[in-house]
């Protein structure tokens, strides 16, 4: 079945340091991607997204970048902020035309 | 602009009780509707999902049920809690397959 997951449970980052969170999909035909930050005790809110034509796209401090050749994707949050701590999630669609969601990294942003 | 609201916001129940868990999508029309359950962990595990009035796909076999009275209405049922159903219910929308969704704020169900 298609899979998306997380290398890192957990992250901790310094504050004013980038961060980078790194996310692995199993299916190939995935043809869209998003970033999800979850605070705690609130919905997933949308961060960023990335469809399967692009290789990297970039909004307000934040980068995604897809490779689809080793099936991978990356959040990198510039100049990390304490606002920024929170538990990140990549989700994708495949063939099923469903959104699947990896297991979520905790960001913690230290003084 | 569309909003989706999702209530109550916590909610604590007895084991065996009835559950009904709202979520109403404002506008916008015919959008695909998601109920989802977070436990303890941060997963996110698909509940339910409804492209259209009456229309409930199920992923995964629970005590849990789903309807959709309106478009814009999604209804989340239980007869009989159990200890298990405790979590963090999610609800989302999207346009159609293969586009983002857009989630509620959570219920937080306490089953005690």
């Known amino acids: 079945g298609e899979s998306v997951g997380l290398h890192l449970p957990t992250l901790s980052v310094q504050e004013g340091d980038n961060s980078i969170i790194n996310c692995a999909y199993s299916?190939?035909?995935?043809?869209?991607f998003i970033w999800y930050k979850q605070e705690s005790g609130k919905g997933p809110q949308f961060i960023i997204d990335?469809?399967?034509?692009?290789d990297k796209r970039q909004g307000q401090r934040v980068t995604v970048l897809l490779n689809k050749t080793v099936k991978h994707l990356s959040l990198q949050i510039a100049a990390t902020q304490p606002g920024d701590s929170a538990v990140y999630f990549c989700?994708?669609?495949?063939?099923?035309?469903?959104?699947?969601f990896g297991s979520g990294t905790q960001l913690t942003v230290l003084p | 602009s569309q909003t989706i609201h999702q209530w109550p916001a916590t909610l604590v129940q007895p084991v065996g009780s009835p559950l009904s868990l709202e979520c109403t999508v404002e506008g916008t029309s015919n959008p695909n509707l998601y109920w989802y359950r977070q436990a303890a962990g941060r997963g996110l595990q698909l509940l339910f999902y409804?492209?259209?009035?009456?229309?409930i796909s199920s992923e995964v076999p629970q005590n849990l049920s789903a309807s959709r009275p309106q478009d814009r209405q999604f209804i989340l049922s239980s007869k009989k809690l159990l200890l298990s159903d405790s979590g963090f219910y999610l609800c989302a929308w999207s346009f159609g397959q293969g586009n983002g969704y857009t989630f509620g704020s959570g219920t937080r169900l306490t089953v005690v």
């Open positions: 299916n190939s035909a995935s043809d869209y």
């Open positions: 409804s492209v259209g009035i009456g229309q």
């Open positions: 989700a994708g669609i495949g063939s099923a035309r469903q959104l699947t």
């Open positions: 990335i469809r399967s034509n692009m």
